[in-house]
């Protein structure tokens, strides 16, 4: 059996889509992988998304691809790495962002975005396992109808979360969200390939995110 350590409000969720047949597949393959080879994150973190991010207090939703593939980096969070880690690319190129539209002049010296998860970011990865050093090699195991599943419990039983699509994977991913109740902002992704080629810098998600969280009389994310 795999560890779903989740926070208590997810449990509802979790307790309709674990039973299933396509959830049993995962658990086989995912324990089959960690078993015959070295993967990421550590077990005990697979839904560390879930741990972190309180469904109550759901803001925003962030999709990611799969985790990270390097030694230490993936925690089960998208995007993010553990402090001691060297901030990856994508990530490097968020703070900047971050920075630019907020006239900021610290940059952050830690990758890790637990503070973001616990404001009620859901930093979702579509594929929640990977083989080290080869990205996209659990993409066999049916992750991602358990990932659509989460985008589309959201959307049916939450209103007025923002969804950050960047890139054309996540963007695929906004078929599955009724866009009459909640917001969606698309861009290129934070890669450097996309951000070189001007996809990415200039979105401005950050301070939009910000402005959309005021008018809804919530508070805003301390990214």
């Not at 790495?81 to 900047?96: D, Q, R, T, W």
């Amino acid at each position: 059996m795999l560890d779903c350590t989740i926070e208590n409000s997810w449990k509802s969720f979790f307790d309709t889509e674990t039973p299933k047949d396509y959830f049993k597949k995962i658990e086989q393959n995912v324990l089959s992988e960690y078993e015959n080879h070295i993967c990421f994150p550590p077990k005990e973190l697979i839904f560390n998304a879930f741990h972190q991010c309180d469904l109550s207090n759901l803001k925003v939703v962030i999709l990611g691809q799969d985790p990270y593939h390097g030694t230490g980096e993936a925690h089960g969070l998208a995007f993010s790495v553990l402090e001691g880690i060297a901030i990856p690319p994508s990530l490097k190129n968020i703070f900047i962002e971050i920075q630019n539209s907020q006239n900021a002049v610290f940059f952050p010296t830690s990758g890790n975005l637990e503070h973001w998860a616990k404001q009620g970011v859901l930093l979702l990865n579509a594929t929640l396992t990977v083989r080290k050093d080869l990205a996209n090699s659990h993409k066999h195991i049916p992750w991602q109808q358990f990932t659509d599943r989460v985008i589309e419990y959201i959307s049916k039983e939450k209103e007025d979360i923002i969804f950050l699509l960047w890139g054309s994977f996540a963007q695929k991913k906004k078929k599955l969200i009724d866009t009459t109740k909640h917001v969606v902002l698309e861009s290129g992704h934070p890669s450097p390939l996309s951000a070189n080629r001007g996809l990415w810098f200039g979105n401005n998600h950050f301070n939009l995110t910000n402005e959309i969280l005021k008018k809804q009389g919530k508070p805003e994310i301390e990214w």
